[in-house]
C-alpha cells in the first residue's frame, strides 16, 4: 500500500483458482472424479476433501477451485478433472495476477483466527478422537457438515449422549501459548450448542465447567437461565483438565474440582472444548503493509473515543479485528465503518453509482396460473425434520403447480438465479418458496422474481421452519404432513395474487436525533459531516446524559473533558440544531417524511425529517435494599465514583470499602445483567488503590463480567489485593450498622463457599453496583414513533442480529444505551452504526414503500370510524362525499398491519395482498385434506 488518505494506491495479488469462473457451473462433476482426499479444514478436519472443491456449500461465487494438494500442481500428473469437465472451465495455465487500485479509504475487516487448543497438551486435542472444538461443534451441527447434521463421534461414528464442554479454552490465562483476555463470545455459543445438542437428542446429558458464566448481553441471562433450566444439563465452577482416554470405548476422562468433594474425575462420551479468538493469523504483516499499530494482543489499536479509526487516518476497522465481539456489534461496526468512510469521501458522493435495472415486468393476469414450488433444506433446520424430496414430490400433484424442487439454502445466491432461471425456462407466473420467516428473506425472494420480469406479489412465502420444523422437531412424520399442508394453502393462496405497484416517496434530507448523549451526539457528528441537517433534541438542560456523571474509564480516558469537547464540536456545527430542555409532543408521518412537533427552550417547534434516531440512554435503579437511603456510608457505584473524583476524604481514607454487584438486576423483577457493573465496581477499585494503597477492598459478585479485554484489568485488581468473593442469589449479602473496637462500621456478612464458612467484614463504605435501567420515557417515545420496547423496557431492534440499529419501523433506528447497557466505544460504535443506517436512506432521493396497503370500497363504507380508531398509524381519514362521510386510506401512511380491516362492520376495506378471496382460499385448501 502507497499513498496517503484520499489516493491509497493498492497492489493485490489474486491466486489463481485454475478455473475459468465465466464456464465453470458449479456442478462438481470435477470433485467427484478427483482422486486426492485430505482433511478438509473448513469442516475441522472432521471429514475429508477433494484437491478440486467448492469451499463450502454457501459460497459465493459458488465454483469450484483447485488447490495446492493437487497432484498435476505438484507433480505435473493426473488431469482427471479436465477431461471430466464438460464446461471447459479447468485452467493450469493460470497464475498469480497483481492487480493495482485506487482507494480513498481502507476498512479492515479481517475477522479473527480461533485458538488452537493442540498447543495445551492437557486437552488432549489431535491426540483422543472425541475431543473436538466448539468450531469442529458447530460443524457437525450443520446440515453441510461432516456428517450432514448428525452429530456423531469420530470414533466409531455413534451418538454422543453424554458431552462435556471445557470453557476459557486459551483465553483467560497467562500461561504461555494462552491469552490474558476474555474471547467474549464463548459462554454463548457454549449455551447455543447445548441447546441444540438436546434438540438432536432429548436424552442427552450436557454439562458445562466454566469458571464464571458471562452473560453480558442483550437477553443473554435469559438465554443462560434456559439452558441451565433444561434436564440432564449442569452448569460446573471449575478449573478442568482431559486426563485420559478408554482404549476401547474411546470415551474421554475429565478432571474437575468441587468444593465438597475435592477433585473428581468423570467419563464423557465426548468432550468440546470452547476455543476462544485469535486475532487474524497475518495480523503483524498486516500492520506492516498498512502503518497501523497494534494492541499488545494483536488486534488493532483504536481510541476509546473512536473504536473504528485505526492509528492511520484513513483506515478504519470494524468486526472482531477490533477485539472479539459477538455478531450484533461486529454488524454496527460494519455500519459504523461506512458512515466513517462517508465523512471520509463525502465530496465524492455517488460519482460511481450505477442504478440498478429490472428487466419490463410482464403482464400475466390474464394468464391461468402457473405455480413454480421451491423446497428449502434450510441446512438441518428444515431438512432434518421435514422429508423435502417427498414434500416435493406431492407438491407437484397440487392444482396448478408445473414445477417443483427442492434446494439446500433458497436463500443462497446461486439458488436465487436458480428461481430467476427457472421462471424464464418453465413460463412461471407465480412462486412459492417454502422456507423460513418472511421477516428476514421476503424482500430478497420478491427481488428475485423482478429479475425474471414478474411482478414481485406473484410472490408467496410458505413458512416450514418456524411454525413447522422448529416446533415440531420430535415429529418427523406430523412435521412433513404439515409442512405439506402449509404449502398447499401457499399454492392455493398464489393462484389469487394480484400485480400491486410501489409507491415512490421523496426523502426529505434532514435527521432527528432524540437524545443528547455521548451516542446522541456522535450520530448527530457523523450524520452532519455527511452533508445532513441534524435536529438534536434533549431532555436535560445540558448535553451529555449519563456520561457527565462518569469520570475516567479503565483505559484512563478523561470522560468529562472527552465530553466538553464532543459537545463544543456540536454546538459548533452550522448543520446541528440543539434543542435542550425538550419535551416531544407529537410525531406524524412516515419514512423519508416525519413531522415532530416538540417545546424546548427554543419554544414550540415543528420539524421536518426524513430519518430519526432514538438515543434516550439509561437511568440508574435506586437500591431499596443494603441500609441505602438510611445510612450515608452507603453509595451507588456512580455515587462513589464522583466522590473519588471530588477527592472526598472520607472515600479515599476509608480503611475498608466493600462493593456487591448485581444489586437490583439478574432478578425476577429486572432479569438481566446491567453489562457494566463489573468494570466499573473494578476501575473505582483500582482508582482507590492507587489513591490509598492500604484499603481493603472486596467484591462480592455472583459472576465477574470483564469480557473482552477487561479481562486484564480484573487480573489487575487480583494482584493488587482486592479481594473477590463470590456469592449466591439464594445466600445474598447482609448489611448492618454496628460498632467494632469503638467506632462505627458497617458489617457485611456472606458465605464463603471455598472455606466452608460465614464471613463478616466490617466496612467504612459500602457501595452497589445498581442495575442499570430503561428510561421512564422510554414508553411514550416508543408510542410516537411506532417503535417496539422489549421485556426489560429497552428499546427492541428490528433483528437482534442482523439489524441491530434499525426498528421494524422504517426510517427510524437506534444506538447507545437506550438499545441496552454498554461501555463507551460500545455506544460509539453503534452511534456509528446508526448513522450509517440513517444516512443511507437520507442519500437517496427516493424511498419506495410496500403495495400491501389497505384500500376503501366507498359504496360499502357507512362511516362510523372504527376503522381510524383502529389506525395507530392515522393512515385514515375522512371525507365528504356525495354520499356522505367516507373513509379514505392515505398508502403512503398506511403499514397493512390489517386491523382496520378487521374492525370494518360491513367490510369496507380490504388490504391488499391479503384480500378474503387469497386468506379463504387457503382456508378451504387446509380443510379440503
Known amino acids: ?115 488452537d487448543p493442540s498447543l495445551k497438551k492437557e486437552y488432549g486435542y489431535g491426540e483422543l478422537t472425541n475431543v473436538v472444538t466448539s468450531m469442529g461443534f458447530e460443524r457437525l451441527l450443520c446440515a453441510t457438515g461432516p456428517y450432514e447434521g448428525e452429530i456423531l463421534r469420530g470414533s466409531d461414528l455413534k451418538h454422543p449422549h453424554k458431552i462435556a464442554w471445557i470453557q476459557c ?43 464464571d458464566i458471562r452473560a453480558y448481553g442483550k437477553d443473554f441471562e435469559r438465554y443462560y437461565q434456559r439452558t441451565s433450566e433444561l434436564s440432564d444439563v449442569r452448569f460446573i465452577r471449575s478449573y478442568t483438565t482431559v486426563s485420559r482416554e478408554d482404549p476401547e470405548t474411546k470415551n474421554v ?154 434446494q439446500l439454502f433458497s436463500c443462497a445466491t446461486n439458488s436465487a438465479k436458480q428461481i430467476t432461471d427457472t421462471i424464464k425456462e418453465k413460463g412461471l407466473n407465480r412462486v412459492v418458496v417454502a422456507a423460513c420467516s418472511p421477516r428476514t428473506l421476503e424482500p430478497l425472494f420478491r427481488d428475485t422474481l423482478r429479475e425474471a420480469g414478474l411482478n414481485q406479489y406473484y410472490y408467496d412465502m410458505a413458512n416450514i421452519r418456524e411454525h413447522c420444523s422448529w416446533v415440531h422437531s420430535k415429529e418427523q412424520e406430523e412435521s412433513t404432513r404439515k ?85 463544543r464540536r456540536v454546538y459548533r456545527h452550522p448543520a446541528i440544531h440543539v434543542y435542550a430542555n425538550a419535551q416531544i409532543t407529537e410525531a406524524t408521518g412516515y419514512v423519508g417524511n416525519f413531522v415532530t412537533k416538540l417545546k424546548s427552550d427554543r419554544g414550540t417547534s415543528e420539524i421536518k425529517h426524513g430519518a430519526a434516531v432514538v438515543a434516550t440512554g439509561v437511568d440508574v435503579y435506586k437500591p431499596t435494599e443494603y ?55 473494578i476501575k473505582n477499585a483500582l482508582k482507590l488503590k492507587e489513591i490509598n494503597p492500604e484499603m481493603d477492598i472486596y467484591i ?36 448492618e450498622a454496628t460498632e467494632e473496637e469503638g467506632r462505627p462500621v458497617l458489617q457485611v456478612s456472606l458465605p464463603d463457599y471455598i472455606l466452608g464458612q460465614e464471613l463478616a467484614i466490617g466496612a467504612d463504605i459500602v457501595t452497589l453496583a445498581a442495575a442499570v435501567v430503561a428510561r421512564e420515557d422510554n414508553k411514550d417515545i416508543s408510542q410516537l414513533f411506532k417503535v417496539s420496547l422489549g421485556p426489560d423496557n429497552f428499546f427492541k431492534e428490528a433483528h437482534v442480529k442482523l ?55 366507498e359504496d360499502r363504507c357507512m362511516g362510523c370510524g372504527a376503522c381510524a380508531q383502529a389506525c395507530t398509524y392515522g393512515a385514515i381519514e375522512f371525507r365528504k362525499t356525495k354520499k356522505g362521510q367516507k373513509a379514505v386510506v392515505n398508502p403512503v401512511i398506511c403499514k397493512g398491519d390489517g386491523l382496520c380491516n378487521a374492525k370494518c362492520p360491513t367490510g369496507a376495506i380490504y388490504l391488499k395482498h391479503f384480500t378474503d378471496d387469497e386468506l379463504m382460499s387457503q382456508i378451504d385448501a387446509m380443510t379440503a385434506a
Open 1 to 115: 500500500m502507497e499513498g496517503d488518505v484520499g489516493d491509497f494506491q493498492i497492489t493485490l495479488t489474486r491466486k489463481p483458482r485454475y478455473i475459468i469462473e465465466d464456464r465453470c457451473t458449479g456442478c462438481t462433476t470435477c470433485v467427484e472424479y478427483c482422486p486426492v482426499e485430505y482433511p478438509d479444514k473448513f469442516n475441522q478436519e472432521i471429514s475429508d476433501n477433494k484437491a478440486v472443491h467448492i469451499y463450502f456449500a454457501q459460497a459465493i461465487p459458488l465454483i469450484a477451485y483447485i488447490d495446492e494438494s493437487c497432484i498435476y500442481l505438484k507433480e505435473k500428473k493426473c488431469r482427471i478433472c479436465e477431461a471430466v469437465c464438460q464446461a471447459d472451465a479447468i485452467d493450469f495455465r493460470q497464475k498469480p495476477e497483481k492487480m493495482d487500485i485506487k482507494v480513498g479509504a481502507i476498512v479492515l475487516a479481517t475477522g479473527y483466527e480461533t485458538y
Open 483 to 567: 409442512a405439506q399442508d402449509i404449502i398447499r394453502m401457499s399454492v392455493a393462496r398464489a393462484g389469487h395474487l394480484k400485480p400491486l405497484q410501489e409507491i415512490d416517496l421523496p426523502v426529505n434530507k434532514a435527521a432527528l436525533v432524540v437524545g443528547g448523549g455521548l451516542a446522541g451526539m456522535t450520530c448527530a457528528l457523523s450524520i452532519a459531516n455527511q452533508g445532513h441537517e441534524v435536529h438534536l433534541v434533549e431532555k436535560e438542560p445540558d448535553l451529555g446524559g449519563m456520561a457527565r456523571r462518569l469520570h475516567h474509564t479503565l483505559d484512563g480516558l478523561d470522560v468529562q473533558a472527552y465530553l466538553d469537547d464532543l459537545v
Open 253 to 406: 476422562f475429565v478432571r474437575y474440582s468441587t468444593p465438597d468433594e475435592g477433585v473428581k474425575e468423570e467419563e464423557f462420551d465426548m468432550v468440546v472444548l470452547s476455543v476462544g479468538l485469535n486475532p487474524p493469523a497475518d495480523h503483524k504483516k498486516l500492520s506492516e503493509q498498512l502503518g497501523i499499530e497494534l494492541t499488545d494482543h494483536g488486534f488493532c489499536q483504536a481510541a476509546t473515543t473512536n473504536p473504528i479509526e485505526t492509528t492511520r487516518r484513513g483506515v478504519y476497522v470494524c468486526g472482531a479485528f477490533q477485539g472479539p465481539m459477538d455478531i450484533p456489534e461486529s454488524v454496527f461496526t460494519a455500519s459504523g465503518a461506512g458512515t466513517q468512510v462517508g465523512e471520509l469521501l463525502d465530496y465524492r458522493r455517488g460519482g460511481l453509482t450505477r442504478e440498478r435495472v429490472y428487466p419490463a415486468e410482464k403482464d400475466v393476469s390474464g394468464e391461468k396460473p402457473k405455480i413454480g414450488v421451491f423446497v428449502c433444506h434450510c441446512g438441518s433446520n428444515i431438512g432434518r425434520v421435514v422429508d423435502v424430496p417427498n414434500t416435493v414430490e406431492y407438491a407437484l400433484s397440487l392444482p396448478n403447480v408445473v414445477y417443483a424442487q427442492e
Open 803 to 857: 439489524r441491530p440499529v434499525d426498528f421494524a419501523t422504517d426510517g427510524v433506528y437506534l444506538c447507545g444505551t437506550a438499545h441496552y447497557p454498554k461501555h463507551i466505544p460500545e455506544a460509539i460504535n453503534q452511534a456509528y452504526g446508526a448513522a450509517g443506517r440513517a444516512v443511507t436512506l437520507l442519500s437517496n432521493d427516493i424511498v419506495t414503500v410496500s403495495g400491501s396497503v389497505c384500500e376503501v370500497q
Open 169 to 211: 479454552v486459551g483465553s483467560r490465562r497467562v500461561t504461555p501459548g494462552d491469552n490474558s483476555y476474555c474471547s467474549a463470545v464463548c459462554c454463548s455459543y457454549t449455551q447455543k450448542q447445548v441447546i441444540l445438542a438436546k434438540d438432536h437428542d432429548a436424552g442427552a446429558q450436557c454439562t458445562v465447567f466454566h469458571n
Open 627 to 681: 441500609l441505602y437511603g438510611q445510612d450515608e456510608r452507603v453509595l451507588t457505584h456512580l455515587e462513589l465514583e464522583e466522590r473519588i473524583a471530588l477527592g472526598d476524604e472520607a472515600v479515599t481514607g476509608a480503611q475498608t470499602l466493600v462493593m456487591i454487584q448485581c444489586v437490583g438486576c439478574r432478578n425476577e423483577e429486572r432479569n438481566y445483567c446491567s453489562r457494566v457493573c463489573c468494570s466499573e465496581s
Open 700 to 735: 462480592l459478585f455472583r459472576d465477574i463480567r470483564t469480557y473482552g479485554m477487561l479481562e486484564d484489568y480484573y487480573r489487575e485488581a487480583s494482584a493488587k489485593d482486592i479481594k473477590f468473593i463470590r456469592y449466591e442469589p439464594e445466600n445474598p449479602p447482609q448489611v
